[in-house]
Nanobody
């Protein structure tokens, strides 16, 4: 069983910054984390990728956040971060942490944290 605890969401202003964190913990059998990432879902829209980072530090960003958001991870703490700068109102949504292991069925989601960007 893998548990993801997200923190850092809230209200931000356009042009401002927020930082999200997601800590993963597992109980039971050994679990090796491969990719970690963030997805978001705006009201009335489908969930979309924001950024991902693999064990090999291969990073992928959505075009809409390139140059503004930075994803990083601390492997010792099993934690992934999302630094969000130059926020825009269209960044508003629920942000979900995702962690994948080495096997296809090892795909876990956090409960989500709300990010609201005001003008």
């Amino acid at each position: 069983q893998v548990t993801l605890v997200e923190s850092g969401g809230g209200l931000g202003q356009a042009g401002g910054s927020l930082r999200l964190s997601c800590a993963a913990s597992s109980s039971g059998s050994f679990f090796s984390i491969n990719a970690m990432g963030w997805y978001r879902q705006a009201p009335g829209k489908q969930r979309e990728l924001v950024a991902t980072i693999t064990r090999a530090d291969r990073i992928n960003y959505a075009d809409s956040v390139k140059g503004r958001f930075t994803i990083s991870r601390d492997n010792a703490k099993n934690t992934v971060y999302l630094q969000m700068n130059s926020l825009k109102p269209e960044d508003t949504g629920v942000y979900y942490c995702n962690v994948k292991g080495d096997f296809v069925n090892q795909d876990y989601w956090g409960r989500g944290t709300q990010v609201t960007v005001s003008t």
